[in-house]
Nanobody
Framework: QLQLVESGGGLVQAGGSLRLSCAAS????????LGWFRQTPGKERELVAA????????YDADSVKGRFTISRDSAKNTLYLQMNSLEPEDTAVYYC????????????????????WGQGTLVNVSS
């Protein structure tokens, strides 16, 4: 059974950096796109960044543009999110997710298009 496992979250001071990883295991992994979402209590899950698995095209939300970088290593079936210049507003549980169906763009933007999710990792940015 295919699984996604995140790692790399933790506590960091504002202005610091973290690198999240998301490893796929358990079965043949051929997604259409992968995404990083984040969620805080009382709010809907928000797409932070997404990447096309084959072509490598990326999308970044305006709130993280220029600070976060999404990438993937196809040989390792692993997704990454490099987060720099972290702000307290970035505090959230971060989830990686995989989509296996073609969306209208080169990535998928809606959470309902991602059927496979990791368990989440907490990022806590102190001021």
């Amino acid at each position: 059974q295919l699984q996604l496992v995140e790692s790399g979250g933790g506590l960091v001071q504002a202005g610091g950096s973290l690198r999240l990883s998301c490893a796929a295991s358990g079965d043949t992994f051929s997604p259409y796109a992968l995404g990083w979402f984040r969620q805080t209590p009382g709010k809907e899950r928000e797409l932070v960044a997404a990447i096309s698995w084959i072509g490598g095209g990326t999308y970044d939300a305006d709130s993280v543009k220029g600070r976060f970088t999404i990438s993937r290593d196809s040989a390792k079936n692993t997704l990454y999110l490099q987060m720099n210049s972290l702000e307290p507003e970035d505090t959230a549980v971060y989830y990686c997710a995989a989509s296996f169906h073609m969306c209208s763009g080169y990535v998928c933007y809606e959470s309902e298009h991602y059927p496979l999710w990791g368990q989440g990792t907490l990022v806590n940015v102190s001021s």
